[in-house]
């Protein structure tokens, strides 16, 4: 949280390139310091891990273009904001 105020994070999404849907990321593997939704200070950080086998599996039924795939990450908070990670390519 690189700003001034506490924010409530609450989902992990991802776009699904070729939709416009997002893949709401349930099942993870890890989630530090705790589960979603957390509370994150200011300069606090949060750090979730998802099995990419799955997410690739859901991506692969949900749209229909063939990988790699362009995604964008998001992460939500509790007052409908999205803090957008970089693009990546899943393949």
Do not use: E
């Not at 086998?53 to 273009?65: S, V």
Request: overall charge positive; glycine content about 6%; aromatic content about 8%.
């Amino acid at each position: 949280n690189t700003g001034a105020v506490p924010v409530t994070l609450n989902s992990v999404t991802i776009h699904m390139p070729g939709t416009k849907d997002w893949l709401l990321i349930a099942g993870w593997v890890l989630q530090d310091p705790a589960p979603l939704a957390h509370l994150l200070t200011p300069g606090a950080t949060w750090h979730g891990f998802a099995d990419l086998d799955d997410i690739k599996r859901a991506l692969a039924t949900k749209t229909r273009r063939p990988p790699p795939w362009r995604v964008r990450v998001a992460v939500n908070d509790a007052a409908g904001r999205a803090y957008y990670a970089s693009r990546i390519t899943i393949s």
